[in-house]
């Protein structure tokens, strides 16, 4: 078996979470109006969503541990209810970041982008717990033939 998709490595999900936290706090700096309600709605998606992606994650490791591809991993959360919902609340909370942030006087994308960055943010550092039992399962797998 090969190695596990680089999107589930404790380093590259650690260099995530300093991306998406640099990113949500110099677009909030930067915004003027500080984008409060899209920053609010991303890190509460954010949680809900990390919460949601590490439950997954413990119903279905032995996918994760085996995935390889991002189709892969994308086919382990679709594997169970929390995935698909993880997935869903992806996407609902970026169309309403679009709109809010529009609707938003200021920079939309700036607005826009405050909230998405919070989002991964909070989705990150919920998740980077069990992003060590994938690394686990992936070598325990590799050393069971």
Same mark, same amino acid.
């Given at each position: 078996?090969?190695?596990?998709?680089?999107?589930?490595?404790?380093?590259?999900? #650690?260099?995530?979470?300093?991306?998406?936290?640099?990113?949500?706090?110099?677009? /909030?700096?930067?915004?003027?109006?500080?984008?409060? #309600?899209? /920053?609010?709605?991303?890190?509460?998606?954010?949680?809900?969503?990390?919460? #949601? $992606?590490?439950?997954? /994650?413990?119903?279905?490791?032995?996918?994760?541990?085996?995935?390889?591809?991002?189709?892969?991993?994308?086919?382990?959360?679709?594997?169970?209810?929390?995935?698909? #919902?993880?997935?869903? @609340?992806?996407?609902? %909370?970026?169309? %309403?970041?679009?709109?809010?942030?529009?609707?938003?006087?200021? /920079?939309? @994308?700036?607005?826009?982008?405050?909230?998405?960055?919070?989002?991964?943010?909070?989705?990150?550092? %919920?998740?980077?717990?069990?992003?060590?039992?994938?690394?686990?399962?992936?070598?325990?797998? $590799?050393?069971?033939?």
């Amino acid at each position: 078996m090969g190695k596990t998709h680089f999107t589930l490595n404790r380093r590259v999900n #650690l260099a995530f979470v300093v991306v998406w936290g640099l990113g949500a706090s110099l677009l /909030v700096i930067l915004a003027r109006p500080r984008p409060v #309600l899209t /920053v609010v709605i991303g890190a509460a998606s954010g949680l809900v969503a990390g919460l #949601l $992606q590490r439950s997954s /994650v413990r119903a279905s490791l032995h996918l994760f541990a085996q995935a390889q591809s991002a189709r892969a991993v994308r086919r382990a959360f679709m594997s169970n209810v929390q995935g698909k #919902l993880a997935i869903a @609340l992806m996407w609902v %909370t970026a169309f %309403t970041l679009v709109g809010v942030g529009f609707a938003s006087s200021g /920079v939309s @994308l700036f607005a826009f982008g405050a909230g998405y960055f919070s989002f991964m943010f909070l989705r990150e550092i %919920t998740t980077f717990s069990v992003i060590r039992a994938i690394e686990q399962g992936a070598r325990d797998s $590799q050393h069971a033939f």
